[in-house]
Every structure is written in C-alpha cells, then in structure tokens.
C-alpha cells in the first residue's frame, strides 16, 4: 500500500505564505502524476494544482494561479505546493493525490488511486 504523508498546513493571516508538503512511501510505485485538492466546509473537493513526472509540467486552478507553485523532488518522492499571497478563500483542508495509471485529465480526482488524510490550512483576513 502506498502513503502519502501531508505536512505544513497551519493558520496564516491573509497575505501570508504555506509550503505544503507530500511525501509517497510504501509500497514501490511509478505514479504519473501527483496533486492538491481542496475542500472548503460545505462545498465540494476541488482541484487546486498538478505535477507530471515525467515531463515535469503543471497546471493550476484559475483561482490560484499566479499565487500557488507546484512542484517535485523525485529523489525525496515528495511534492510541494508553495502557495503566497494567500486569501480567506483558501481556507480549506488540503489533500495531496497520487495517480498511478495514465489519464486524459489530471485536474480530476478520478485520476487519482491514492489519497492523504489532509491538512488544514487557514487563513484569517
């Protein structure tokens, strides 16, 4: 089985900046890509960013785009997303997802097998 480990959430005044972490261990796997998502109470789980090994490349939500980085440490089997500037709208718990088959589409959750448990992340205005 594969675990993914979640760290770096916390509470931040607006303006102020997290680096989430996530890191993969367990069971040896190639995953196609890695993710963020979010979930604000009572709305839905949403995708924030992702990140393809193999090529390297990312994509980002409108909404954060601009303020958020997503990025890898292949040698660590970690993934980051270093989020600035951040807004009240950002509060949410965030979950890192790995995906270990090919898909059409990263910016959904379907492509994803493999979940953390999610940290919180809170920012006051």
């Known amino acids: 089985q594969v675990q993914l480990d979640e760290s770096g959430g916390g509470l931040v005044q607006a303006g102020a900046s997290l680096r989430l972490s996530c890191a993969a261990s367990?069971?040896?796997?190639?995953?196609?890509?890695m993710g963020w998502f979010r979930q604000a109470p009572g709305k839905e789980r949403e995708f924030v960013a992702r990140?393809?090994?193999?090529?390297?490349?990312?994509a980002y939500a409108d909404s954060v785009k601009g303020r958020f980085t997503i990025s890898g440490d292949s040698a660590q089997n970690t993934v980051y997303l270093q989020m600035n500037s951040l807004k009240p709208e950002d509060t949410a718990v965030y979950y890192c997802a790995a995906a270990s088959r090919p898909s059409y589409s990263y910016s959904t959750d379907r492509a994803y097998d493999y979940w953390g448990q999610g940290t919180q992340v809170t920012v006051s205005s």
């Open positions: 990140f393809r090994w193999n090529i390297g490349s990312t």
């Open positions: 367990g069971r040896t796997f190639s995953s196609y890509a």
